[in-house]
Structures are given as C-alpha cells and as structure tokens.
C-alpha cells in the first residue's frame, strides 16, 4: 500500500493498522536479537522525559499515535530511529507496568490517533 491510498483509509482501516503496529513492537520489544539489530539500548537517554512516570501506557500510546499520524499524513519523512524509539519505550513500558495489555495499548493509540487527527 504506497503513502497516497493509506491517507484515503477509513476508520476500520486505521485500526487494522494500528493493531498490526502494536503487534510487531511487542514482538520487536521481546528480542534481543531485533533491539541489537536496531540500537534500542541507550536511545531513549537523551529523549524520555518524567511525563513518562505518570501514564507510560498512555506516554507510549501517543507516541505510536503520532507517527502512525506522521507515515499517513506525510507530515514528516518517518526516521529508522523513531522505530527503535517505539521499541525501547514498549519495552521501558514492560518494565514498570506489571503487565502491558496489548489491547489496552492499542485502544489508547486509537484514542490518540482520533485527537490528533482532528
């Protein structure tokens, strides 16, 4: 699907691929071998801020909402590093939350996804 027909998307559309983003940054957030591969360890020193100890689920949340807005919208080129960014917040996020529900995630990235879009 090339940048033009994902700007056309509905709704049902949107979800599908958020579901399908916060499904392969878990899967991505559990490997070793993927975080190595992307530079997750140490990227996140100079970019979290203590906004992150209120809600992670919900910092991590609006985070992957803006890029998904961002690669749609084209507002900005998506960078690598924004993928290993998301990566180590969700697994920053795994860290404090006792258990991050993948569902959960995903209905606050649509929540996000819905405000920033207007």
């Known amino acids: 699907m090339n940048r033009r027909e994902r700007s056309s998307q509905g709704p049902q559309d949107s979800r599908q691929r958020v579901e399908k983003a916060v ?6 957030s559990r490997s070793e071998e993927a ?10 020193a100079e970019q979290v801020d203590i906004s992150l100890l ?3 689920l919900d910092y991590v ?6 890029a998904v807005r961002d ?16 990566v180590a917040e969700v ?3 795994n860290l404090m939350v006792a258990h991050v529900d993948q569902h959960d995630l995903t209905e606050r990235v649509m929540r996000h996804l819905r405000e920033l879009q207007g």
């Open 54 to 56: 209120d809600d992670p």
């Open 23 to 28: 499904s392969q940054l878990f899967l991505l």
């Open 91 to 93: 697994r920053m996020c």
């Open 71 to 86: 690669a749609d919208e084209e507002v900005v080129p998506v960078q690598a590093s924004m993928l290993s960014t998301l």
């Open 35 to 44: 975080c190595r591969l992307l530079g997750v360890d140490g990227i996140l």
């Open 61 to 66: 949340a609006y985070d992957i909402a803006a």
